[in-house]
């Protein structure tokens, strides 16, 4: 991987006394991905809960000490968003680093997504949510910081039932652009990496709104934009910008809605809206009333099984 781009240093004291002196971790996982495991645990002294991500340092034989530097600079630049999760301690052990941050009860946005009827969002609710996405979103543009893996698996909520607000998570991928050093990786989850990174040609704040633009079309309908059968199919689907925007996936959902993905799925980075642009958009101005509930058509066809939206978790990541 290319760590030319990634902030090498952080500010944050690196604590090597024991975790569990000062943290009871509790059974249940919150999450795992390929190099970190997520778990609960309690601040003794406080009670306060708290996400443990626990971090390998070497993956694949290769020291990784500095990719997790990097997400824990980018943590303390987002600091000041509400929107974006909190980072509280850092511990370090022989082989891991530990990020002790702020526990967002409600799990990921991802269970909402694929979820029917009642449990599936509203309009109303994509509304609000997102306009807090890109609100964390617009913080770490302002301050050059792309996520560049922005997915419902790492879009947080502080509650579930009833319905919290959004905290951003994991910012393993995150790079600081800039407009004297270019960055060109490959790197991201494939159904909602952009066309310009498939290209190699070089990453932007465009790139994030691309997927989120992908991310909306998820909440909204449930299903994954350009998934295919395979990797080389998504591939395909998203350079050659094959989106369905028919009527039996956007059934109840407004024009506006759809207008506003399609100003965020455009090709040419230059021409995609930015962040600003997006909380600007009619769809997302507060007055809109869209508090009907989505997926009326679902209601008819009981028995159907939840979509395999975002099946796919698997990093392309593999530029040097
Ligand atoms: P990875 O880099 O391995 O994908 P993430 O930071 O995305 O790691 O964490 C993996 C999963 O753990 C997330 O998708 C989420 O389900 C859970 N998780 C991460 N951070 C938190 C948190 N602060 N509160 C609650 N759950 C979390
Ligand atoms: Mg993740």
């Known amino acids: 991987m290319n760590r030319s781009t990634m902030v090498s240093s952080a500010q944050t004291r690196i604590r090597t006394?024991?975790?569990?002196?000062?943290?009871?971790?509790?059974a249940r996982e919150l999450g795992r991905g390929k190099f970190a495991v997520v778990k609960k645990c309690i601040d003794k002294s406080t009670g306060k809960e708290y996400?443990?991500?626990?971090?390998?340092?070497?993956?694949?034989?290769?020291?990784?000490?500095?990719?997790?530097?990097?997400?824990?600079?980018?943590?303390?630049?987002?600091k000041f968003s509400p929107h974006v999760v909190d980072l509280h301690e850092v511990y370090e052990t022989a082989s891991e680093i530990i990020l002790v941050?702020?526990?967002?009860?409600?799990?990921?946005?991802?269970?909402?997504?694929?979820?029917?009827?009642?449990?599936?969002?509203?309009?109303k609710d994509v509304i609000r949510l997102l306009r807090q996405i890109l609100n964390g979103v617009s913080y770490l543009h302002e301050n050059n910081v792309v996520h560049l893996d922005l997915k419902p698996q790492n879009i947080l909520l502080t509650s579930s039932n009833p319905?919290?607000?959004?905290?951003?998570?994991?910012f393993g991928l995150s790079r600081q652009v800039d407009s004297v050093k270019e960055v060109?990786?490959?790197?991201?989850?494939?159904?909602?990496?952009?066309?310009?990174?498939?290209?190699?040609?070089?990453?932007?704040?465009?790139?994030?709104?691309w997927s989120i633009?992908?991310?909306?079309?998820?909440?909204?309908?449930?299903?994954?934009?350009?998934?295919?059968?395979?990797?080389?199919?998504t591939f395909l689907n998203i350079s050659q910008l094959n989106v369905h925007?028919?009527?039996?996936?956007?059934?109840?959902?407004?024009?506006?809605a759809v207008d506003f993905i399609k100003s965020l799925l455009i090709k040419n980075p230059r021409k995609r809206a930015k962040v600003e642009q997006c909380l600007r958009h009619p769809w997302l101005c507060p007055s809109t009333d869209l508090a009907k509930p989505l997926k009326e058509a679902d209601l008819e066809e009981s028995e159907s099984e939840p979509t395999d939206a975002v099946a796919s978790d698997e990093l392309v990541l593999m530029a040097s």
């Open 17 to 26: 006394d024991p975790f569990s002196n000062d943290c009871t971790l509790v």
């Open 51 to 78: 996400a443990a991500k626990f971090l390998r340092k070497r993956r694949k034989g290769e020291d990784c000490r500095l990719d997790i530097i990097n997400e824990i600079a980018i943590l303390e630049i987002a």
């Open 101 to 123: 941050l702020e526990y967002a009860a409600g799990g990921e946005i991802f269970h909402q997504c694929v979820a029917h009827h009642d449990e599936a969002f509203t309009e």
């Open 163 to 170: 319905l919290g607000d959004i905290r951003i998570v994991d």
């Open 184 to 209: 060109r990786e490959i790197l991201g989850t494939p159904e909602y990496v952009a066309p310009e990174i498939l290209n190699y040609e070089p990453i932007s704040t465009a790139t994030a709104i």
């Open 213 to 233: 633009g992908v991310l909306t079309y998820v909440m909204l309908t449930g299903d994954s934009t350009f998934l295919g059968g395979d990797k080389q199919e």
């Open 245 to 256: 925007y028919g009527p039996d996936v956007f059934e109840g959902i407004t024009d506006l």
